[in-house]
């Protein structure tokens, strides 16, 4: 365990993999530090989802930035002129269509500025390299390249003890990572997975996330709290 | 000479630097897309004078986009708490209070993701070593650092060409870089680059800004063309 002061920054999207993210950081014993951002991005249902887990996930705080990465277009996510696949369209290798540019890069960087303003040495994120190992910036050589730009980067880095870049999930199934959060009390049915909730919040049931979401609930033998809006 | 539809993002900030960054692109035949941001800092005069730089400076298109780090305080550059200090002031070694935490980690990561949108495979940053060697996020091993990032995070970077980070004045003193600007026909008078210009959009003529930049015209040979609001 962290000494009781430690703090931590935890990005938060409003989904399973960042809620469970934040119940491990807090775990540890990290004092933590939620933050989201609201980028133009279509599933602004998410960052409802992500005050309620910041909420009963006992963060310290919840800040929530506004990002225009979503003005520069060029994602699925954030481009209304490019159509959200569904699960049956999605591409089996390469880089999906959903890839966000330099996503992460970005909500990493404004982690590292606000972690070294707060006092925070770890910043937390739920990337994972399993279900999702089309994206670039989930996997582990990512994560280690941050971590050493990280320290070179800042007064923290070149001055104090540094930076940790921590992606706890990183490694884990979909079913590993629902059994961790419900061993340590995530309320599931707090999160959001869906690309496309619309405005009734509800998850669509067949986009790509709902269909990862849903088997790892099976494969994990827990009872999935979602409520779709399609019968799958 | 490059081929003449490679396209560059350029990051602009209205100051001397990134003016002759700007031109340096340009000589080299890019297609430059200046990029410049409302970070909540004190000059915003500056982006005014962004916006004449790239006019004049030949960018195909200038963005300016609204980061909200500012919120986040703990720089003398974007906190009212915290005094500007003057000359005299400044620390002698070690970081300078006008350190904003992760600034030039969070303006590269928002210029990454406009360069893979635009399909620009060269980001050119005016950082220099030499001048303001406190800032650890202007030093050369934070840019290779950078670009090594850069090429795990993107699409591009996995499956295409790779972006490299250029940051041609690194090594330049303040007077290799106004020579070097003058011979590439940049105006001067266009750029300001007083960290506290105040509402007349005058120099103050003794912040550190101003006077690295007063003795690098001096260095250089070269008539001063800023209008300064005190008797230095």
């Given at each position: 365990m962290v000494d009781k002061a430690d703090k931590a920054v935890v990005l938060l999207s409003g989904g399973l993999d960042s809620a469970t993210t934040l119940a491990i950081a807090r775990n540890e014993g990290y004092q933590c530090f939620a933050l989201s951002f609201d980028?133009?991005?279509?599933?602004?249902v998410e960052l409802e989802a992500a005050g309620r887990v910041a909420k009963t996930g006992g963060a310290v705080e919840h800040r929530i930035l506004n990002l225009?990465?979503?003005?520069l277009g060029g994602s699925a996510l954030t481009d209304d002129a490019i159509d959200l696949p569904k699960a049956s369209e999605f591409?089996?290798?390469?880089?999906?269509?959903?890839y966000v540019p330099a996503r992460n890069t970005v909500f990493l960087s404004m982690a590292l500025a606000m972690a070294e303003i707060v006092g925070a040495r770890n910043i937390f994120i739920g990337v994972?390299?399993?279900?999702?190992?089309?994206?670039?910036?989930?996997?582990p050589e990512f994560i280690t390249a941050f971590e050493n730009l990280a320290n070179l980067a800042t007064r923290e880095g070149v001055q104090g003890d540094g930076f940790r870049i921590r992606?706890?999930?990183?490694?884990?199934?979909k079913a590993d990572i629902i059994n961790t959060g419900v061993r340590l009390g995530?309320?599931?049915?707090?999160?959001i997975s869906c690309y496309n909730p619309l405005?009734?919040?509800?998850?669509?049931?067949?986009?790509d996330s709902c269909r990862l979401r849903a088997d790892g609930f099976n494969m994990a033998n827990v009872a999935d709290p979602t409520v779709y809006r399609s019968v799958r």
């Open positions: 980028y133009g991005q279509r599933n602004r225009p990465i979503g003005e591409e089996d290798s390469g880089i999906p269509v959903t994972n390299a399993v279900d999702y190992s089309g994206y670039p910036d989930c996997r992606a706890p999930l990183i490694d884990m199934t995530v309320d599931y049915s707090l999160t405005t009734d919040g509800l998850a669509c049931g067949v986009c």
